[in-house]
């Protein structure tokens, strides 16, 4: 069920994101929406039977991880608060998770690594 105010395009990659961790291409996603969009996305996770968390990004948007069980466990064990305040060894372990590329992610790593050491040193 679609209410007025939502546009099924809007919810085309939501919708592609669920379509591909039922069919085991993910095992994990993370999808940045409006929050306009939260009650259909959970309504539509619940229905599935997919575990989810929402993290507030800002007054407008939320980060909606879905996917299997113990993926969603570390999530909320791990992800406590802003994605950006995410030490590199947590940002590297959400990447793996999320199936990135890993020797991006291993480049994001160093890089992240790299800067907070000069931060640091400048102190």
């Known amino acids: 069920m679609i209410t007025p105010d939502i546009h099924p395009s809007?919810?085309?990659?939501?919708?592609?994101h669920?379509?591909?961790?039922?069919?085991?291409?993910?095992?994990?996603?993370?999808?940045?929406?409006?929050?306009?969009y939260e009650d259909f996305a959970v309504?539509?996770?619940?229905?599935?039977?997919i575990r989810f968390v929402i993290q507030p990004v800002d007054g407008e948007r939320?980060?909606?991880?879905?996917?299997?069980?113990?993926c969603i466990e570390a999530i909320r064990l791990?992800?406590?608060?802003?994605?950006?305040?995410?030490?590199?060894?947590?940002?590297?372990?959400?990447?793996?998770?999320?199936?990135?590329d890993i020797c991006a992610q291993c480049k994001r790593y160093c890089d992240r690594k790299t800067r907070k050491r000069c931060t640091m040193k400048k102190q």
């Not at 809007?10 to 592609?16: A, G, R, S, T």
């Not at 669920?18 to 306009?36: A, C, D, I, P, W």
Request: charged letters at 25%; aromatic letters at 12%.
């Open 10 to 16: 809007e919810l085309k990659v939501f919708l592609n």
């Open 18 to 36: 669920v379509y591909e961790f039922k069919k085991g291409v993910r095992q994990m996603v993370l999808y940045t929406t409006n929050k306009k």
């Open 43 to 49: 309504n539509r996770l619940k229905s599935q039977h």
């Open 62 to 70: 939320i980060n909606l991880f879905f996917g299997k069980a113990e």
């Open 78 to 100: 791990m992800v406590t608060r802003p994605l950006n305040m995410l030490t590199p060894e947590e940002d590297f372990i959400l990447g793996a998770m999320l199936g990135y």
